[in-house]
């Protein structure tokens, strides 16, 4: 039996987020430049994605720059910042053959006006499609998102549409980047590290959480299967007792 259908006899994941870790430090072991590794990143973004959706999984999301990634070099945020619109000529064809939606998850008031309307042109063009959901977390912070979120009630109170007693957990959501797509159920970081870097915190509350050592430009689809097979192990309770 292949190892897919093996995995699929049991539960898979209905939503993956990944902070995909290591790439400097992978091209760096090659006696290459960042950038190489940068890129490199970004092409296995479509092998993990594509065997992701062959599982079944319903979304993925990615974190793909952070807020505090504006601190790094100008010469390596100009070469990130480059990534959105080659995403276009790399996976294009290939997603739109396996019906993958892809939505951005962030502020947009930071990024170049090119990066802005590639961003909108390629949601509105993928909204329809029924397959995964790859949500590409650029310029995110967690902590932005939920502050923005409170900003939104806040103002919603304040005109009358929203009493406070009514807020509650789907009042938030409602407000956050993901909204509309299931909670989060396996957290993947590669590289070794061991933390969230203010990543989907309300998204990850009851989240299986999973670190490897391997870099992400090398996490191939056997690296997932590891990864899953560990999630399938799992004992969620959700601060239950299991058959209760």
């Given at each position: 039996?292949?190892?897919?259908?093996?995995?699929?006899q049991k539960p898979i994941p209905r939503?993956?987020?990944?902070?995909?870790?290591?790439?400097?430090?992978?091209?760096?072991?090659?006696?290459?430049?960042?950038?190489?590794?940068?890129?490199?990143?970004?092409?296995?973004?479509?092998?993990?994605?594509?065997?992701?959706?062959?599982?079944?999984?319903?979304?993925?999301?990615?974190?793909?720059?952070?807020?505090?990634?504006?601190?790094?070099?100008?010469?390596?945020?100009?070469?990130?910042?480059?990534?959105?619109?080659?995403?276009?000529?790399?996976?294009?064809?290939?997603?739109?053959?396996?019906?993958?939606?892809?939505?951005?998850?962030?502020?947009?008031?930071?990024?170049?006006?090119?990066?802005?309307?590639?961003?909108?042109?390629?949601?509105?063009?993928?909204?329809?499609?029924?397959?995964?959901?790859?949500n590409i977390c650029f310029d995110y912070?967690?902590?932005?998102?939920?502050?923005?979120?409170?900003?939104?009630?806040?103002?919603?109170?304040?005109?009358?549409?929203?009493?406070?007693?009514?807020?509650?957990?789907?009042?938030?959501?409602?407000?956050?980047?993901?909204?509309?797509?299931?909670?989060?159920?396996?957290?993947?970081?590669?590289?070794?590290?061991?933390?969230?870097?203010?990543?989907?915190?309300?998204?990850?509350?009851?989240?299986?959480?999973?670190?490897?050592?391997?870099?992400?430009?090398?996490?191939?689809?056997?690296?997932?299967?590891?990864?899953?097979?560990?999630?399938?192990?799992?004992?969620?309770?959700?601060?239950?007792?299991?058959?209760?």
């Amino acid at each position: 039996m292949k190892r897919r259908e093996k995995l699929m006899q049991k539960p898979i994941p209905r939503h993956i987020a990944v902070i995909m870790d290591g790439n400097g430090r992978w091209a760096k072991r090659r006696g290459r430049e960042r950038s190489y590794g940068h890129r490199m990143g970004a092409l296995n973004i479509k092998t993990i994605t594509l065997e992701a959706h062959r599982l079944g999984v319903e979304a993925f999301s990615i974190y793909a720059f952070s807020t505090e990634n504006w601190k790094r070099p100008k010469e390596e945020i100009d070469f990130l910042m480059s990534l959105p619109t080659a995403f276009e000529e790399d996976f294009k064809e290939t997603f739109e053959t396996e019906q993958i939606r892809v939505r951005f998850s962030g502020r947009r008031d930071r990024i170049s006006e090119k990066n802005r309307e590639y961003m909108q042109e390629i949601e509105d063009k993928t909204k329809d499609r029924e397959g995964l959901v790859l949500n590409i977390c650029f310029d995110y912070g967690g902590r932005y998102e939920i502050t923005q979120a409170a900003r939104k009630i806040a103002e919603a109170c304040m005109e009358g549409a929203l009493k406070p007693e009514d807020i509650d957990e789907s009042t938030v959501e409602s407000r956050l980047y993901t909204t509309g797509l299931p909670p989060v159920d396996l957290l993947i970081r590669t590289s070794g590290e061991q933390r969230t870097s203010n990543f989907l915190p309300w998204q990850l509350a009851y989240a299986e959480f999973y670190f490897t050592k391997t870099h992400w430009p090398a996490f191939k689809e056997r690296a997932l299967h590891r990864a899953l097979r560990s999630f399938q192990k799992r004992n969620r309770k959700f601060g239950g007792l299991k058959g209760a």
